[in-house]
C-alpha cells in the first residue's frame, strides 16, 4: 500500500526558507510523477509544483514560480519542496501526492495517492 509522509512544515517569518518532504512507501517511487498542492483556508486546493517521473519535466504554479524548487531523490524515495522567500500568503497546509502518469499533472485528478499534509505559517 502507498504511502506519503510530509514533514518540515513549521513557523517561519517573512523571506525565509523552509524545505518541506514527502517520504513514500510501498511501492517502485521512481515510476511515480509527483506533485505539491495547497488549500489556502477557505480557498480552492491549489497546484503549487510537480516533476514529471519521464523526463524529470518540472511545473509551477504562478504563485510560486521562480521562488520553489520540486525535486526528488530516488534512493531515498524522497520528494522536496524547497521554499524561498516565503510570504503570508503561502501559509496553509501542503500536500504531496504522487501521479502514475506524467501529463496534466496541475490537475489535482491526475494524483493517484496523497499525504496528509503539513502545515507552513509565515509571519509578517
Known amino acids: 500500500q502507498v504511502q506519503l509522509v510530509e514533514s518540515g512544515g513549521g513557523l517561519v517569518q517573512t523571506g525565509a526558507s523552509l524545505r518541506l518532504s514527502c517520504a513514500f512507501s510501498?511501492?517502485?517511487?521512481?515510476?511515480?510523477?509527483l506533485g505539491w498542492f495547497r488549500q489556502p483556508p477557505g480557498k480552492e486546493q491549489e497546484f503549487v509544483a510537480a516533476k514529471s517521473w519521464r523526463g524529470g519535466n518540472t511545473y509551477y504554479g504562478d504563485a510560486v514560480k521562480g521562488r520553489f524548487t520540486i525535486s526528488r531523490d530516488n534512493a531515498k524515495n524522497t520528494v522536496y519542496l524547497q521554499m524561498n522567500s516565503v510570504k503570508p500568503e503561502d501559509t496553509t497546509i501542503y500536500y504531496c501526492?504522487?501521479?502514475?502518469?506524467?501529463?496534466?499533472?496541475?490537475?489535482?485528478?491526475?494524483?493517484?495517492?496523497w499525504g496528509q499534509g503539513t502545515q507552513v505559517t509565515v509571519s509578517p
Open positions: 501526492a504522487v501521479a502514475s502518469r506524467d501529463y496534466s499533472l496541475a490537475v489535482e485528478g491526475a494524483y493517484n495517492y
Open positions: 510501498g511501492r517502485s517511487f521512481s515510476g511515480y510523477s
